[in-house]
């Protein structure tokens, strides 16, 4: 068994205390950065990608993103957060509301963010999150409910 699933070799990277990127080795496991090295041998890990010339970063977050508020969330859900990954952002946070151009519906988030959470699920690229836009005052009660309850 490998020690890593990628490893990154021989690219450049930006790390603390530096004032230029410096020439380093990655090595990722279950999706996470689990070593940065000056070398990393291409035989500790199941695949191997050589940056050479390149500038290693990590992927960007999005942190104000739409998904559903021209075409139905499930078709945003796939195309736009593939396209993100294009524009080197892995991780999405939309904006999560009610009323036209979301599911075109208005009421109690209780009601609509399971929806919102099912016709998305399994279809997103890249991480991805809501973040609330609330329209009433019946919605601002369900803060509480949202944090301790629904992830959001």
């Not at 999005?62 to 524009?87: K, Q």
Request: aromatic letters at 8%; a negative charge; one cysteine or more.
């Amino acid at each position: 068994m490998s020690r890593y699933d990628i490893v990154v070799r021989n690219g450049r990277v930006m790390l603390p205390g530096l004032d230029q990127p410096a020439e380093a080795a990655i090595g990722i496991r279950d999706g996470r950065i689990a070593a940065i090295a000056d070398e990393i041998s291409g035989a500790e890990a199941d695949d191997a990608i050589d940056a050479q010339g390149r500038i290693v970063f990590p992927g960007g977050v999005d942190c104000h993103f739409h998904l559903g508020i021209y075409r139905p969330i499930e078709l945003d859900a796939a195309s736009e957060t593939e396209s993100s990954l294009v524009g080197g952002a892995t991780s999405v946070i939309s904006y999560f509301r009610t009323g036209s151009h979301y599911l075109n519906k208005a009421g109690p988030y209780r009601e609509i963010l399971p929806e919102v959470l099912d016709r998305t699920r399994g279809r997103a690229h890249c991480d991805y999150g809501f973040h609330i836009a609330p329209m009433t005052t019946a919605q601002l009660d369900e803060i509480d409910w949202m944090v301790s309850e629904a992830g959001i």
